[in-house]
């Protein structure tokens, strides 16, 4: 179905994510300037922090809630082959989360919120940056409302019949946010705002980092599944084959839910709050949450390996050159996958309980985050946005060389950016400070390798830029002359899927479970034994 009607939602939702993205990437060089030997004495700690405050915030809240909801809305209508339900509430949700948006962005400006995106206590900024936050994440609820009503409505006209794996897993999606976003709500409105207000005198560091331990993780996972519903549901077509197989990707999906929310303490390892055996309890259940992704490289390799034979791919390994590189979804998630390869690796790691000593808080942890999410997570975001732009607007890509051009160029950056990152990291770089003081003869051999890092960052920048010239000038494009289908069919398409891999009842109330299993007791604790070294005057 066309997404007629329903363009102007989605690239109102895009514009806002990519618009805060270009901002970001030029804060992010602008950090890593102030870091580096060549910046040692430009601005002040205070504007540093001021800055990776906007770059955290930009990328972590505003790009990935707005993309994922305008991609939502285009999978909706155009999987589903359905209008969209409630639109008025689509663009009421879209207008809430700008307000909100604008709200934290101004506070933050201001130099009234220089808390970085994760806002640990007992640092607190103004109430109206976590306000500013709180209608974000209240707009997303509508817009996980109106996913689940659109799956509810078609399979309602469509019984017995398999819901689309891309909205199966768009749905999937939204049900894990509203799971994870509880953690860092009663976190917000319990206890930041009415520190923030003053109204409270003292707030629970260690209750309220065990709150937004809830949210912490698995909010990586809902950046995530967009890209892996690229990975399955738009890449075997681009590529010229099928996907191997649709039961795969349910599963894939449902794990997802499953295993990214009841880890979140795993972030705790060096806090002394809990004990070890929740501790590791919780380091076991992280290690499930490779699976999935196991899964999804099988899986979507195999559904290369079909393209190229396809395409006259021959022996072992034939078949990879013979796929089309040139098309940019295709060489995305070849670049993906690579990042995927060295952040997984980072982050097996960061989830030992003993190995995570080595590296805890230093700048091992930030590459790791950075190939994840700004890797494999955004150059996938632009994969999408190149596949799905010309039906948005009606137009067709002139040329795919530029595109190209910025998909590389994302790749190498990321890559000369992360790497001296973990040599850093293992050498003891400590992360979330302004400079350093590179006449310390102690630390003086970092300095080479945190100016790799800034010719990283500035060739990220020239990416980020590019990309956003690459969606302009699409607008002034030839008219497209046909639209073709973006979603991929399954070697084998099915026709009946049992009702556990159709919908989300099981899975919430095992979420329910494992939740209570890996959260009852280090919430409720604060309660039965409050801790009187917990308690924390504010700091403004």
């Given at each position: 179905?066309?997404?007629?009607?329903?363009?102007?939602?989605?690239?109102?939702?895009?514009?806002?994510?990519?618009?805060?993205?270009?901002?970001?990437?030029?804060?992010?060089?602008?950090?890593?300037?102030?870091?580096?030997?060549?910046?040692?004495?430009?601005?002040?700690?205070?504007?540093?922090?001021l800055?990776?405050?906007?770059?955290?915030?930009?990328?972590?809240y505003?790009?990935?809630?707005?993309?994922?909801?305008g991609?939502?809305?285009?999978?909706?209508?155009?999987?589903?082959?359905?209008?969209?339900?409630?639109?008025?509430?689509?663009?009421?949700?879209?207008?809430?989360?700008?307000?909100?948006?604008i709200?934290?962005?101004?506070?933050?400006?201001?130099?009234?919120?220089?808390?970085?995106?994760?806002?640990?206590?007992?640092?607190?900024?103004?109430p109206?940056?976590?306000?500013?936050?709180?209608?974000v994440?209240?707009g997303?609820?509508?817009?996980?409302?109106?996913?689940?009503?659109?799956?509810?409505?078609?399979?309602?006209?469509?019984?017995?019949?398999?819901?689309?794996?891309?909205?199966?897993?768009?749905?999937?999606?939204?049900?894990?946010?509203?799971?994870?976003?509880?953690g860092?709500?009663v976190?917000?409105?319990f206890?930041?705002?009415p520190s923030?207000?003053?109204?409270?005198?003292?707030?629970?560091?260690?209750?309220?980092r065990?709150?937004?331990?809830?949210?912490l993780?698995?909010?990586?996972?809902?950046?995530l599944?967009?890209?892996y519903?690229?990975?399955?549901?738009?890449?075997?077509?681009a590529?010229?084959?099928?996907?191997y197989?649709?039961?795969?990707?349910?599963?894939?999906?449902?794990?997802?839910?499953?295993y990214?929310?009841?880890?979140?303490?795993?972030?705790?390892?060096?806090?002394?709050?809990?004990?070890n055996?929740?501790?590791f309890?919780?380091?076991?259940?992280?290690?499930f949450?490779?699976v999935?992704t196991?899964?999804?490289?099988?899986?979507?390799?195999?559904?290369?390996?079909?393209?190229?034979?396809?395409?006259?791919?021959?022996?072992?390994?034939g078949?990879?050159?013979?796929?089309?590189w040139?098309?940019?979804?295709?060489?995305?998630?070849?670049?993906?996958?690579?990042?995927?390869?060295?952040?997984?690796?980072?982050?097996?790691?960061?989830?030992?309980?003993?190995?995570?000593?080595?590296?805890?808080?230093?700048?091992?942890?930030?590459a790791?985050?950075h190939?994840?999410?700004?890797?494999?997570?955004?150059?996938?975001?632009?994969?999408?946005?190149?596949?799905?732009?010309?039906?948005?607007?009606?137009?067709?890509?002139?040329?795919?060389?530029?595109?190209?051009?910025?998909?590389?160029?994302?790749?190498?950056?990321?890559m000369?950016?992360?790497?001296?990152?973990?040599?850093?990291?293992?050498?003891?770089?400590?992360?979330?400070?302004a400079?350093?003081?590179?006449?310390?003869?102690?630390?003086?051999?970092?300095g080479?390798?945190?100016?790799?890092?800034?010719?990283?960052?500035?060739?990220?920048?020239a990416?980020?830029?590019l990309?956003?010239?690459?969606?302009?000038?699409?607008?002034?494009?030839?008219?497209?002359?046909?639209?073709?289908?973006?979603?991929?069919?399954a070697v084998?398409?099915?026709?009946?899927?049992?009702?556990?891999?159709?919908?989300f009842?099981?899975?919430?109330?095992?979420?329910?479970?494992?939740m209570?299993?890996?959260?009852?007791?280090p919430?409720?604790?604060?309660?039965i034994?409050?801790?009187?070294?917990?308690m924390?005057?504010?700091?403004?």
């Open positions: 179905m066309s997404v007629r009607n329903t363009e102007k939602l989605c690239l109102a939702h895009f514009w806002v994510a990519f618009a805060a993205f270009v901002i970001a990437a030029i804060l992010g060089v602008y950090q890593m300037w102030v870091r580096s030997p060549l910046g040692a004495k430009v601005g002040s700690p205070s504007l540093y922090f800055s990776v405050t906007a770059h955290g915030t930009a990328m972590a505003v790009l990935t809630t707005f993309f994922i909801m991609f939502g809305y285009f999978v909706a209508v155009s999987a589903l082959d359905r209008p969209l339900p409630g639109r008025v509430w689509a663009w009421l949700a879209y207008w809430l989360a700008l307000v909100g948006v709200t934290a962005t101004v506070t933050v400006l201001a130099g009234r919120a220089s808390v970085l995106f994760t806002f640990y206590p007992p640092l607190t900024g103004s109206f940056y976590y306000i500013g936050l709180v209608l994440v209240v997303s609820w509508v817009w996980c409302g109106i996913m689940i009503a659109a799956m509810t409505a078609w399979k309602r006209e469509n019984p017995g019949v398999p819901v689309p794996l891309a909205m199966f897993a768009t749905v999937a999606n939204a049900v894990l946010w509203l799971w994870t976003t509880v860092v709500a976190e917000l409105l206890q930041v705002i923030a207000f003053g109204w409270t005198q003292t707030v629970d560091v260690g209750f309220s065990t709150l937004f331990s809830w949210t993780h698995a909010i990586v996972y809902f950046w599944i967009p890209a519903i690229a990975f399955y549901t738009m890449v075997p077509r590529a010229g084959g099928r996907l197989s649709d039961t795969m990707g349910r599963l894939t999906f449902i794990l997802f839910l499953l990214s929310l009841p880890v979140g303490m795993h972030h705790l390892f060096m806090d002394p709050e809990h004990g055996g929740l501790k309890i919780q380091m076991l259940l992280t290690v949450v490779s999935p196991l899964l999804t490289i099988f899986t979507i390799t195999a559904s290369l390996e079909i393209a190229g034979r396809l395409r006259g791919g021959r022996g072992w390994f078949w990879i050159a013979a796929l089309p040139e098309r940019p979804m295709v060489l995305a998630v070849g670049l993906a996958f690579v990042m995927l390869g060295f952040g997984g690796f980072g982050g097996l790691i960061n989830m030992s309980y003993g190995m995570n000593a080595m590296i805890h808080n230093t700048s091992w942890v930030t790791h985050f190939l994840i999410f700004g890797g494999s997570v955004v150059i996938m975001y632009f994969a999408i946005a190149y596949q799905i732009w010309p039906q948005l607007t009606g137009r067709e890509h002139a040329s795919l060389r530029p595109l190209r051009l910025q998909l590389w160029l994302w790749f190498i950056g990321m000369v950016m992360t790497l001296p990152w973990h040599y850093l990291g293992l050498q003891g770089q400590w992360r979330r400070v400079n350093f003081d590179y006449t310390n003869p102690i630390i003086a051999s970092w080479p390798w945190v100016v790799v890092s800034l010719i990283g960052g500035i060739i990220l920048l990416s980020a830029l990309f956003a010239r690459n969606l302009i000038v699409l607008h002034r494009s030839a008219a497209v002359a046909s639209i073709r289908p973006l979603f991929a069919l084998h398409p099915p026709e009946r899927v049992p009702a556990a891999l159709n919908g009842g099981l899975w919430n109330a095992l979420v329910l479970i494992l209570i299993g890996a959260y009852a007791y919430i409720a604790q604060f309660f034994t409050p801790s009187p070294s917990a924390v005057h504010r700091m403004d």
